[in-house]
């Protein structure tokens, strides 16, 4: 394999960011919780400040702290 085995794509218009490991999509993430989530359901278990800093993970669009607002939805009355 070339490059790390897990990508976090950059943020999709919704701000969610798609998560990839050894070519399978583990869903989208929200949030570093919700990537390492993903990553210890894979078998990977890191917590938030060990997958920030992995060799691992690569980080396209922004590194593990960006994680844009979703767009508003609308008001409920």
């Known amino acids: 394999m070339t490059g790390p085995p897990?990508?976090?794509y950059p943020p999709?218009?919704?701000g969610g960011r798609r998560v990839r490991a050894d070519g399978e999509i583990l869903g989208l993430a929200w949030s570093?919780?919700?990537v390492t989530e993903f990553l210890r359901r894979a078998g990977l278990d890191l917590d938030e400040?060990?997958?920030a800093e992995s060799p691992l993970i690569?980080?396209?669009g922004g590194g593990p702290?960006?994680?844009p607002e979703?767009?508003?939805g609308p008001t409920r009355r």
């Open 49 to 51: 400040d060990q997958a």
């Open 32 to 34: 570093l919780a919700d």
């Open 65 to 67: 702290w960006l994680w």
């Open 6 to 8: 897990v990508i976090v």
């Open 58 to 60: 690569e980080w396209r």
């Open 12 to 14: 999709s218009p919704t």
């Open 70 to 72: 979703p767009p508003a």
